[in-house]
């Protein structure tokens, strides 16, 4: 018995060479017929299944008895034999299992990347298709947590991942923590404009329909600039706080008021129609948006939108608000 | 699926200031840090899972979120006019319905598996099979995992696992974009304690001038 089967597990030892791994799960007879045969893919028929049936074929391939060339009749029922059951033993698990049980089932010359399995039934294959799937979530998950790649064993990846997660909420509510106890005159409403024009035309601006015009010189408002997400202006628009008080706060907003341009990337990417537009009070006028409380906001949105922030012409940007700033502070 | 959070990082983000922006305007003034905490997280956390798209843990955030009264404002200004399809879309069959049958099935597990801790105890001598140990640990950490990811209680093995694959991108995505919205206010009020308000408008031009290179090379990573 052992020198039987001791070919079959020691496949690198027969003369046809290392593809017969599969042949280790046949019994005795039929292992050495094949292992005799003159050449080794002698049937197309057999080789054509073998391909099709190889482990890297698509799970939903089934085992379609179209082949034509007909078989001699012992290999074609073994064949079809081992055809059913491969179609639903294409998924094989390394295990070393027992040799003799489901030898029938095995196709002889599968690739040879399919495993020794155990039983091919259909419940072993579906938990063994789902332990697949879980498995390469867990490592999908193991390269998005950092060190968790060195770790074996499912226990200790999950305790890595709950730890993680955990920390992530927990920095969420720290950072919100830290924006609320920030400065409460810095207002985020003003960008929203910005954001709102920005992302349905990259490249070109939108003027915000603030009321804070009024209280400043119009002469600003036909240079087509805005004064947009003042935390001021919002109180001038909406709350019922005097004028004397809003004004009092101007100049010392006015200490604050910055201009943000993106003085780094000069390229002209804008069309040139975009500056030579002069309409007033439309709104499309394209302006470039500051913000006064804020000026890393402008910024930091810019760089949202690489495309927009590219095209700011030097130029234009630094001279025509320059003036108007100047031109305002005068007065202040 | 980085691919995917790059672009929505644009349309987070517009969410995030526009929930901010409710969050001021329906407050009043003399407000709590706590409060506006909770509202900046709020928003946060609604923004984020707006822009996400419709996956298994927005559904649920969005649904236990709505489900409060207290949030429905923001809700609604976030979700613009679609709000009631949105809902309708987003509501979800709440967890509590499903726990019972959940529990049922938990308590019955946990005979089970005492019932094999105990037959393995009786074959074996005195010693817990391995297998069972790994396995105990495994279910009890996936137990705190579903309590963590939102809607994570009704999700099986290998969905609850693509769920905080998700869900850990997006946090991930909401905590970069909260950490230069920071930075961005830090840097603003040091520009407001650096510069000098004696001096000329034109000077204090110039010198922002200047140094808002370091602050576009800071954002330009981000």
Not at chain 1, 125 to 146: D, G, S, T
Not at chain 1, 200 to 207: H, K, M, N, P, Q
Not at chain 2, 196 to 218: T, Y
Request: charged share 20%; proline share 6%.
């Amino acid at each position: 018995m052992e020198d039987e089967i001791h070919p079959l597990l020691h496949p690198a030892a027969s003369p046809s060479g290392a593809s017969f791994t599969a042949l280790l799960g046949l019994p005795p007879s039929r292992a050495v017929e094949l292992l005799h045969e003159p050449t080794f893919p002698s049937d197309p028929a057999l080789v054509d299944r073998a391909a099709r049936f190889s482990v890297f074929a698509a799970a939903s391939s089934a085992p379609s008895p179209e082949v034509s060339p007909p078989p001699p009749p012992e290999l074609a029922k073994k064949r079809k034999d081992a055809g059913s059951g491969n179609g639903k033993a294409k998924i094989k698990k390394g295990k070393p299992a027992e040799e003799d049980t489901d030898g029938e089932n095995k196709l002889p010359y599968v690739h040879v990347r399919a495993r020794r399995g155990q039983a091919t039934d259909s419940h072993s294959l579906a938990e063994r298709a789902r332990r697949e799937k879980i498995n390469a979530r867990m490592k999908l998950l193991q390269e998005l947590v950092p060190g968790c790649s060195k770790i074996s064993g499912t226990a200790l990846v999950l305790d890595e991942i709950i730890n993680h997660v955990q920390y992530l909420q927990r920095q969420v509510e720290y950072l919100s923590m830290r924006l609320a106890a920030v400065n409460p005159r810095i207002d985020f409403s003003g960008l929203d404009n910005f954001i709102t024009s920005t992302t349905t035309e990259c490249g070109r601006l939108t003027i915000g329909n603030t009321k804070v015009g009024t209280e400043l010189d119009p002469q600003q408002q036909q240079a087509a600039w805005s004064e947009v997400g003042v935390s001021d202006a919002n109180q001038m628009n909406n709350s019922a706080t005097s004028s004397k008080r809003t004004q009092s706060q101007l100049p010392q907003n006015q200490l604050q008021q910055f201009w943000h341009v993106d003085l780094l990337n000069a390229q002209n990417h804008l069309q040139p129609s975009i500056w030579a537009q002069d309409d007033v009070a439309g709104s499309t006028v394209p302006l470039l948006v500051f913000d006064r409380v804020n000026p890393g906001f402008g910024i930091f949105v810019l760089s949202l939108c690489p495309k927009l922030s590219s095209g700011f012409p030097i130029g234009t940007i630094v001279l025509v608000p320059l003036l108007e700033f100047l031109s305002h502070c005068g007065r202040c | 699926m980085h691919a995917t959070k790059e672009f929505n990082k644009k349309g987070f983000f517009k969410q995030f200031l526009l929930g901010l922006r409710i969050s001021k305007s329906f407050t009043t003034n003399p407000i709590s840090i706590e409060q506006r905490k909770n509202s900046i997280k709020l928003s946060s956390d609604l923004a984020m899972a707006f822009a996400r798209g419709r996956t298994h843990w927005t559904r649920a955030l969005i649904s236990k979120l709505g489900g409060k009264e207290e949030n429905t404002t923001m809700l609604k200004g976030i979700m613009g006019r679609r709000y009631g399809i949105l809902m309708a879309i987003y509501s979800y069959p709440l967890p509590h319905q499903k726990v019972q049958r959940g529990k049922k099935i938990v308590r019955s597990y946990r005979f089970c598996s005492g019932a094999n801790k105990r037959r393995a105890l009786k074959g074996s001598c005195n010693r817990v099979s391995p297998s069972i140990v790994a396995r105990n640990l495994v279910n009890r950490r996936t137990k705190v995992l579903k309590r963590l990811v939102p809607g994570g209680e009704l999700l099986n093995g290998s969905s609850l696992l693509s769920e905080t694959l998700d869900y850990v991108i997006s946090l991930k995505a909401q905590v970069d974009m909260m950490k230069s919205l920071w930075k961005a206010t830090q840097i603003s009020s040091s520009r407001n304690v650096e510069l000098d308000p004696s001096a000329s408008c034109q000077g204090r031009k110039l010198l922002m001038l200047a140094n808002s290179k370091d602050e576009f090379q800071l954002f330009k990573k981000s």
